[in-house]
């Protein structure tokens, strides 16, 4: 299994600890008596679940499993890989800090934080698809 695959899945399945944990959190506010402004993590858990857990795998495992693009580069380049990881990462922990700050502290760095949030996490999907566009391909 290439290190790329292992990193996508080792941070996969932290995040969906990390979402199930948040998740639990906005579910059992109401009952612990928890401020109703934990609800301001929603929108973080569904990122957490769907981003970071779910695209995660499916990006690490289709890096590791597609077909060979060539016999001089089997999987693309890995240093675009690392661009997706690091790019979509970094997007889902800015956003997962600055969804709820700009719920709890509304200011235009929260606003700012949230563009740059989603402008990396783009990125990473346009790098994803560079990536893996010429892996998929019939027999």
Known sequence: ?????????KAGLLYFVLALLTGAAVQAGPFLDLPANLMALQPVY??????????QMIIGVSFWMFPVLSHEEPRGSERVGWFVFLFLNTGLILRSVAEPMNVWVPAE???WLLTVSAVLQWLSGVFYVSLIWGRVKGK
């Open 1 to 9: 299994m290439p290190t790329l695959t292992r990193f996508f899945i």
């Open 46 to 55: 569904f990122h957490l679940f769907l981003v970071g857990w779910i695209t």
């Open 109 to 111: 760095p929260w606003r």
